[in-house]
């Protein structure tokens, strides 16, 4: 599937409030969590280029502007460093602003207003930012240098922002509910190639609501674990299964929070097993794992049976052509090999 | 529109106050009692204390770094000010920002400074926004220079402003430089005004060191807005008679230039007016300045005997 | 200025040369034989090939990824093209960037398209500064559209030209959406050339699916750049005839404009033109398009024929 | 000294370029780089705001408007995206532009220039984009959160970019000098606490050229590495000498480089002494610091005696009150007292 043929898709099936045991896609957990904030607070408001009207270039937002109307749906001029500055004005006023950048890519069109200002203001002038900020990010898609990025990295460096990544339905929903509701800015990573691949159970209401800051331990082994967060922990999973069918016991931590992260769970499971192995999406170098890494290697040292081992893109944006693609992103398969490497440590 | 003596009086004390706190920032900084840098805004009063008169308590104002007229007019006090310049835990920022940056208080409508210019346009817009999509009848006010008339922000501020037909009201202080930069390396054009049409909103080219003439465009500004006419553009030509920071000695800055705008000082202006009409007599204006000396040594006094911030709260607040 | 018959003879090759190149790309996309997105730039033709033809071909442009025109009227080969869209090693960007992105190749004074926009507006003023600098007689072209109008960067771009009165024409394709977005969601005047006004540089609406008129006041504003007069805005009235991208059946767009536009189809325009002053008849015109379809085989061929990157070359040309 | 009184000093020692054993400042080194290179190759130029008639917010380019006129040495408007992308163009056409921001706080409006555009050029289309971005960093001058920013590990995570901080007049001339020659984009950060408070002996001519991606090491031990850059230096050198004094044998290992990092320095280091702290006056989270854990942590595992160890600045803002101010800054007492206890492990 690439990013045109199927992702940009026009939706039928809104999931309807009353089902009970709900199996949403990824992006149908979203578009839940966006409504029933949208009904749950008049204070809720989403903006974006072309979210309104159209729905949105993934069609997330598909149906919420003719339920809600134009005041809390809002199309905006293509602007991003101003949107998110506009955002914190209307937080500052008591609204709850969710904005979409179109592409994670486009969010560093308004990093300065992120960093500088959103970020800041609490600490500087004691005044809360409550927005957050939807990303849609990663590859896989055949979409190249522009529309593939990962760039969680640059704001988990920076402090008073909070940055989320889900990787099932269930969290999708649950995690966007906790950052509309968080009174800092959140930026919120969505990955495109979960959209429409994964399916799940989805709880209802107040039900499911996920923390921000709380790993979740997606399998439990002994004698290595895979930490991973978003398009990387089904590829995780995979490589996990393959491993037990070989009488391999390996435990998969799937982040959610990059900022703040569940230090007290990375520790927990380093200790147990002694071999850890992250996996994820973004380039390898100054990435995520590295600070997974170094809090390992400080928290977790006499427990550790071998190295400390990353499973990231190669340093390179993100190639178009398909085997330079393949090539580029991690996958089950290139878990595997190092975390076979890992366990014969 | 005729201004009422009281509306006089209350814009002379403030424009008065606001220079004499400049001054006395100028000391303390002299005697090393203000950490770190330091901005003066001479020149700016008529803006800075015309433009925020203008709105009503319930309004809010986003003011960049010399627009000290606006934070005392809108009530924050040169007690809290003094500490903030010296760092203290009673400062508007608690210690945690620099000079004027971060001196916001929304309980008196003001949004705290950051450096990256001209960040105060677009938060001034979300808040306007924020007030039409919530049907409150308030009005948001901005600043920026002739400087950050350069940056994109600006464009895109005063664009969306004007999709979405918001109340905001933006005040150019065109004081003829940004840091050492001239106006002819900013732009090309005479009045920066003249870019209001780029967005069909009006703009109003005033005297910013007639404090009448400010306040009469902002005033008119503000009841458009208001009345759901949408943002306008007021740009003031004003000049600023002090360095771009206490470090800065602005040799590039022509000394006639200096001596020219000297003899139109807006305080100076606006008590020859007063005096002309009979609101102000030496008598009067010598009781003012005493008043306003001993209102700042006791905020002096209070910004000196206030604590420094306890380290032990160094990370406090980084998240809401 | 009369239009010379061989000019207009070019004009309509790459005219149609760029829509049955859009055409193919259409069909190999059905076909999957596209990786990835697709952009059309159906209506855009007379744009795109109308500035382009005005310049020199020592002088650059930077266009968006609607100006299939400009790419082939400057020398990038359908061949290189089409295997760009199939991602292989023989694409303008070797495989690495995304359809109509990274199709740079200075050799044809053109630069690399990146999503960003508007990115290409101030690579454009740089390479006019250095024209400048270098006492070059060269000029820079760059193409925006109207969402890209509202992005600070547009505003930062052309006030640079203008401080510095750089030789630089600035395109702005008005094709009225950007994505679903209406004109009405980017800005509240009528023509986007007004803002020229602001930096105090030549604006000019032209009619942008007559390929003379975008010709003429591109031709105008390379002379005038190129003689230092500095940058000239030209705003293209057009419109953007198939969804933003191959994924977008643009229901947003009222039937009836699509209509009143398709009326007034680039290539049909110039093509009655050309036969009313009897420089194209029927034959002539199936010659042509049977030139240009065989040509487009052979491109296809070679493109389908051509190798994928290999996976070893992953990582080379990070740095240079 | 805070950073107006001092640090924008007008500067009539304009290092003369034929003193044969010269000692400079680390401010006047980067100028002799700036003049010789300048000087050296006619497609050089400066641009950025103030630097000309004004000669820079720190007097940096004082005396360069005037030897070289303004073609070569351009005071730009206040746009620091535009101001990025232009010189982007520039190097283009051959030009090789060195841009200055005032203060490394305001690169971040330049942001998306960098990281999407001059970085992938090269990558995308065979471009290269020989340009040099200053950017003047670091606190501990009382110059609160928007002008003592440590913000390089936004770009040491971009592929494509370089990045160098030099610690010593001698390293400030020759990574700069390095940086203009180098055919990719490098930002160059340069600490303002050390312009005037430092100097040193500094090569003239092609001499001392100081090659990218090479760390130094500024001292040598056996029982501990101390890994540094920037600032960091002079206090991880001080807490090195007083631990000598107390019978410690401690290893110095300046950076200098941060993309490309110096892998083989780090590794060797690491292996030979068995224990690491690493300093940085950035914010802890996802900083430097946590990419060099990590490479240790994989590449020198079975040499480490004890847990890799950070010292870095508490993830908030930089304060401004000079306790708070102190408290935030890591510096040789801070790097002491982790590193006795990382020699007590
Ligand atoms: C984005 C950004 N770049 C650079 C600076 C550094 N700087 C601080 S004030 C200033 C000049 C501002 O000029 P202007 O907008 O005219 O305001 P003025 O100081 O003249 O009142 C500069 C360049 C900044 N604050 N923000
Ligand atoms: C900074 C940025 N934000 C969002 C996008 C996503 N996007 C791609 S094209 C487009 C619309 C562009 O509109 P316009 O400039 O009018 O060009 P057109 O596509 O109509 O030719 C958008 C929003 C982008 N490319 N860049
Ligand atoms: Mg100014
Ligand atoms: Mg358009």
Same mark, same amino acid.
């Given at each position: 599937?690439?990013?045109?043929?199927?992702?940009?898709?026009?939706?039928?099936?809104?999931?309807?409030?009353?089902?009970?045991?709900?199996?949403?896609?990824y992006?149908?957990?979203?578009?839940?969590?966006?409504?029933?904030?949208?009904?749950?607070?008049?204070?809720?408001?989403?903006?974006?280029?072309?979210?309104?009207?159209?729905?949105?270039?993934?069609? !997330?937002?598909?149906?919420?502007?003719?339920?809600?109307?134009?005041?809390?749906?809002?199309?905006?001029?293509?602007?991003?460093?101003?949107?998110?500055?506009?955002?914190?004005?209307?937080?500052?006023?008591?609204?709850?602003?969710?904005?979409?950048?179109?592409?994670?890519d486009?969010?560093?069109?308004?990093?300065?207003?992120?960093?500088?200002?959103?970020?800041?203001?609490?600490?500087r002038?004691?005044?809360? !930012?409550?927005?957050? =900020?939807?990303a849609?990010?990663?590859?896989?898609?055949?979409?190249?240098?522009?529309?593939?990025?990962?760039?969680?990295?640059?704001?988990?460096?920076?402090?008073?922002?909070?940055?989320?990544?889900?990787s099932?339905?269930?969290?999708?929903?649950?995690?966007?509910?906790?950052?509309?509701?968080?009174?800092?800015?959140?930026?919120?990573?969505?990955?495109?190639?979960?959209?429409?691949?994964?399916?799940?159970?989805?709880?209802?209401?107040?039900?499911?609501?996920?923390?921000?800051?709380?790993?979740?331990?997606?399998?439990?082994?002994?004698?290595?674990?895979?930490?991973?967060?978003?398009?990387?922990?089904?590829?995780?999973?995979?490589a996990?299964?393959?491993?037990?069918?070989?009488?391999?016991?390996?435990? !998969?931590?799937?982040?959610?929070?990059?900022?703040p992260?569940?230090?007290?769970?990375?520790?927990?499971?380093?200790?147990?097993?002694?071999?850890?192995?992250?996996?994820?999406?973004?380039?390898?170098?100054?990435?995520?794992?590295?600070?997974?890494?170094?809090? =390992?290697?400080?928290?977790a040292?006499?427990?550790?049976?071998?190295?400390?081992?990353?499973?990231?893109?190669p340093?390179?944006?993100?190639?178009?052509?398909?085997?330079?693609?393949?090539?580029?992103?991690?996958?089950?398969?290139?878990?595997?090999?190092?975390?076979?490497?890992?366990?014969?440590? | 529109?005729?201004?009422?003596?009281?509306?006089?009086?209350?814009?002379?004390?403030?424009?008065?106050?606001?220079?004499?706190?400049?001054?006395?920032? %100028?000391?303390?900084?002299?005697?090393?009692?203000?950490v770190?840098?330091?901005?003066?805004?001479?020149?700016?009063?008529?803006?800075?204390?015309?433009?925020?008169?203008?709105?009503?308590?319930?309004?809010?104002?986003?003011?960049?770094?010399?627009?000290?007229?606006?934070?005392?007019?809108?009530?924050?006090?040169?007690?809290?000010?003094?500490?903030?310049?010296?760092?203290?835990?009673?400062?508007?920022?608690?210690?945690?920002?620099?000079?004027?940056?971060?001196m916001?208080?929304?309980?008196?409508?003001?949004?705290?400074?950051?450096?990256?210019?001209?960040?105060?346009?677009?938060?001034?817009?979300?808040?306007?926004?924020?007030?039409?999509?919530?049907?409150?009848?308030?009005?948001?006010?901005?600043?920026?220079?002739?400087?950050?008339?350069?940056?994109?922000l600006?464009?895109?501020?005063?664009?969306?402003?004007?999709?979405?037909?918001?109340?905001v009201?933006?005040?150019?202080?065109?004081?003829?430089?940004?840091?050492? %930069?001239?106006?002819?390396?900013?732009?090309?054009?005479?009045?920066?005004?003249?870019?209001?049409?780029?967005?069909?909103?009006?703009?109003?080219?005033?005297?910013?060191?007639?404090?009448?003439?400010?306040?009469?465009?902002?005033?008119?500004?503000?009841?458009?807005?208001?009345?759901?006419?949408?943002?306008?553009?007021?740009?003031?030509? %004003?000049?600023?008679?002090?360095?771009?920071?206490?470090?800065?000695?602005?040799?590039?800055?022509?000394?006639?230039?200096?001596?020219?705008?000297?003899?139109?000082?807006?305080?100076?202006?606006?008590?020859?007016?007063m005096?002309?009409?009979?609101l102000?007599?030496?008598?009067?204006?010598?009781?003012?300045?005493?008043?306003?000396?001993?209102?700042?040594?006791?905020a002096?006094?209070?910004?000196?005997?206030?604590p420094?911030?306890?380290?032990?709260?160094?990370?406090d607040?980084?998240?809401?």
């Open positions: 599937m690439t990013w045109d043929q199927g992702l940009h898709k026009e939706i039928s099936t809104i999931a309807s409030e009353d089902a009970s045991a709900r199996e949403l896609t992006l149908e957990a979203i578009r839940d969590a966006l409504r029933y904030e949208l009904l749950r607070d008049a204070r809720v408001l989403l903006m974006g280029e072309d979210i309104g009207v159209y729905g949105g270039a993934f069609k !997330v937002t598909q149906g919420l502007f003719e339920e809600f109307g134009e005041r809390r749906v809002i199309d905006t001029p293509m602007a991003e460093l101003c949107m998110i500055s506009v955002a914190t004005g209307m937080a500052f006023q008591g609204l709850l602003p969710v904005v979409e950048m179109q592409f994670a486009f969010i560093s069109s308004g990093f300065d207003s992120i960093v500088q200002f959103a970020a800041t203001n609490h600490y002038w004691g005044q809360a !930012v409550p927005i957050v =900020i939807r849609p990010g990663g590859g896989g898609l055949r979409a190249g240098p522009f529309h593939s990025q990962c760039n969680e990295a640059w704001f988990a460096h920076v402090p008073g922002l909070k940055v989320v990544a889900p099932t339905p269930a969290d999708a929903r649950g995690l966007l509910i906790s950052a509309i509701r968080d009174p800092n800015p959140v930026i919120y990573y969505e990955t495109k190639a979960l959209y429409r691949s994964i399916k799940g159970p989805v709880p209802e209401g107040e039900a499911g609501i996920v923390p921000i800051g709380k790993a979740a331990l997606r399998r439990q082994g002994e004698e290595l674990t895979i930490i991973a967060y978003a398009a990387m922990v089904p590829e995780a999973m995979q996990a299964a393959q491993l037990e069918a070989e009488g391999r016991s390996v435990e !998969v931590l799937d982040l959610r929070s990059l900022r992260l569940d230090e007290e769970a990375i520790l927990a499971s380093a200790r147990k097993t002694g071999k850890v192995l992250i996996a994820h999406e973004a380039n390898r170098t100054g990435g995520i794992g590295g600070e997974v890494a170094a809090i =390992i290697s400080q928290g040292f006499e427990h550790l049976d071998g190295p400390i081992t990353r499973v990231a893109a340093d390179t944006p993100v190639p178009y052509s398909p085997p330079l693609e393949d090539a580029h992103r991690p996958n089950a398969a290139k878990i595997l090999d190092a975390a076979r490497t890992l366990l014969a440590y | 529109m005729e201004l009422s003596p009281d509306l006089l009086r209350q814009a002379h004390y403030w424009m008065r106050l606001a220079r004499a706190l400049d001054d006395r920032g %100028t000391f303390l900084h002299k005697q090393s009692k203000i770190g840098g330091y901005f003066s805004q001479i020149g700016h009063e008529a803006v800075s204390v015309g433009a925020a008169l203008a709105l009503e308590p319930n309004d809010v104002a986003a003011p960049m770094h010399r627009d000290l007229g606006c934070y005392l007019a809108r009530g924050i006090t040169p007690r809290r000010i003094l500490a903030q310049y010296m760092g203290r835990s009673t400062g508007v920022s608690r210690g945690r920002d620099a000079n004027i940056h971060g916001g208080d929304l309980n008196f409508g003001i949004v705290g400074f950051i450096s990256h210019l001209p960040a105060s346009l677009p938060v001034a817009v979300g808040m306007a926004q924020a007030f039409t999509l919530k049907g409150e009848s308030r009005v948001a006010m901005a600043f920026y220079g002739d400087g950050s008339s350069s940056q994109g600006a464009h895109e501020s005063l664009n969306w402003a004007s999709v979405f037909r918001l109340p009201v933006f005040i150019c202080e065109n004081n003829q430089y940004a840091y050492s %930069t001239p106006l002819s390396r900013q732009m090309n054009i005479v009045d920066i005004a003249d870019r209001a049409a780029g967005y069909d909103m009006p703009g109003v080219v005033v005297d910013g060191n007639d404090f009448a003439a400010v306040y009469r465009a902002a005033h008119e500004a503000v009841k458009y807005a208001r009345a759901g006419g949408g943002p306008t553009l007021i740009e003031c030509k %004003t000049m600023r008679m002090r360095g771009h920071a206490i470090h800065d000695n602005m040799a590039y800055v022509p000394k006639e230039l200096l001596t020219e705008w000297a003899h139109r000082d807006p305080i100076t202006l606006l008590e020859d007016h005096r002309g009409i009979g102000l007599d030496n008598v009067g204006l010598s009781t003012l300045l005493a008043h306003i000396e001993a209102e700042l040594d006791e002096q006094a209070f910004a000196e005997q206030s420094y911030p306890d380290e032990a709260s160094l990370t607040g980084v998240y809401a």
